[in-house]
């Protein structure tokens, strides 16, 4: 019974690719990460992007601005 199991779980480890689990991975996280939700009171502000948050709506040369409008909910 025990070979059984093991020879099983041998195949089915062999036959995945490493493709098909980092395509499992990232599918999942983005899965895990849509279906995360704020709580009701939640601070306002702009929703960020799975994996990179809020990166590409902060202008660098003026960040503390923006960072302060992220904060009052504004947007940047």
Do not use: I
Request: charged share 15%; net charge positive.
């Amino acid at each position: 019974m025990l070979t059984d199991v093991v020879s099983l779980a041998t195949a089915f480890w062999a036959g995945l690719h490493a493709r098909t689990l980092l395509v499992g991975a990232v599918v999942f996280l983005l899965f895990a990460d849509f279906k995360r939700r704020r709580p009701k009171n939640y601070p306002p502000g702009p929703w960020p992007l799975p994996l990179f948050g809020n990166f590409f709506q902060v202008n660098f040369e003026n960040s503390h601005l923006d960072v302060q409008k992220v904060g009052r909910g504004e947007g940047a």
